[in-house]
């Protein structure tokens, strides 16, 4: 029986986008519709959805101030109204992730990371906030670049990629503030972007934008620590031309991980091995557009819907949940300057 969910998706307001637009997916009929603007606001480029809080909070800018804005979802129309926001002098962040400790956010232009501490109304307080420091070989890496930061699977430790510096930095919540509990250093310029954890709480997989790996990491969740355990191509070993790797996404069951190809234009599909949990690669699909900055499994899991930010584009992918292969639909919709998507379960 199918059942119709809603989506969001955060944008650049750079052209002709207004903010966050919801879209919504047909389970049964396998089709995409919209986009609706439910949210005008400047440039929402990630968002982050608390379900069982009916709450969504997103990257903001107004100007020359950036910073994060937090929502109430209306379950029934969908609609999103705003709870309140914090905005500061500066760049606008390009990650956030939710937990027990609050909102913590990491923003690429200023290599920080924020923890904004979020009451039972879902406001935010003004945050705090740490600088890395650092550099790496690579032309984009003149500075530290933070572009992930997100919760461990038990919740206990906060996760984060720093792209300009190489490194996957663990830090905690004490009452001093955030505090360094580790550093795993990886291949100078590779770029870490992006991190997903294994269901098992034992392993993670963490996406190097600059070298398109994966990088298969052994995770100890008493010391917040890492190691690598693999590493794998998300790209043609013939391919030269640039390519940024974008998103990761593992599959609930554990068995399937999926990789975003800008440059390439594809979205990498692998296996987990059961025992080793390392990668094998199934196969490349052409993500159905240009740049696919992001996807997201539908809460199925039997469809994946990729946004491709350059041509502007939510497509819909069937996706076998047995040999985690994907075949694109006739199913897209238009959504400008699209970055990141979302859904709501």
Not at 51 to 64: C, G, M
Not at 100 to 113: I, M, R
Not at 171 to 198: C, D, M, Q, W
Not at 288 to 294: H, L
């Amino acid at each position: 029986m199918g059942k119709i969910f809603f989506g969001y998706t955060g944008t650049y307001t750079r052209k002709t986008s207004e903010g966050i637009y919801r879209f919504s997916l047909n389970t049964e009929t396998g089709e995409l519709r919209g986009p609706e603007l439910t949210a005008s606001v400047g440039s929402p480029t990630y968002l982050t959805i608390v379900p069982e809080k009916d709450r969504l909070y997103s990257v903001a800018q107004d100007n020359e101030m950036g910073g994060v804005r937090g929502y109430v979802i209306n379950r029934q129309t969908g609609n999103l109204d705003e709870i309140n926001g914090q905005l500061v002098e500066g760049a606008p962040p390009c990650h956030l992730d939710f937990g027990e400790n609050g909102l913590v956010t990491g923003n690429y232009h200023k290599g920080t990371v924020g923890l904004h501490a979020v009451n039972e109304a879902g406001e935010l307080d003004q945050g705090e906030f740490i600088k890395h420091e650092g550099s790496g070989p690579h032309e984009r890496q003149e500075k530290p670049h933070v572009h992930f930061t997100g919760y461990t699977p038990e919740g206990n430790y906060i996760v984060v990629a720093d792209l300009g510096t190489d490194q996957l930095v663990t830090y905690r919540k004490s009452e001093e503030g955030l505090e360094h509990v580790s550093t795993l250093k990886v291949n100078p310029g590779s770029g870490p972007r992006h991190i997903a954890f294994h269901p098992d709480g034992k392993h993670a997989y963490l996406l190097t934008e600059l070298s398109s790996e994966v990088l298969v990491l052994n995770y100890d969740s008493n010391t917040g620590t890492f190691s690598v355990k693999q590493s794998i191509k998300a790209i043609p070993t013939d391919f030269k031309e640039t390519n940024d790797a974008s998103a990761i996404h593992i599959t609930t069951d554990g068995k399937f991980l999926y990789t975003g190809n800008r440059g390439h234009n594809s979205v990498a599909a692998f296996q987990i091995d059961s025992q080793t949990k390392e990668l094998s690669l199934i196969e490349l699909v052409p993500s159905g557009g240009e740049w696919p900055r992001d996807f997201v499994l539908s809460p199925c899991e039997n469809y994946l819907v990729v946004s491709n930010q350059h041509s502007g584009n939510l497509v819909l992918f069937e996706r076998d949940t047995e040999t985690g292969r994907l075949w694109k639909t006739n199913s897209q919709i238009d959504v400008p300057e699209v970055v990141c998507v979302k859904f709501l379960f």
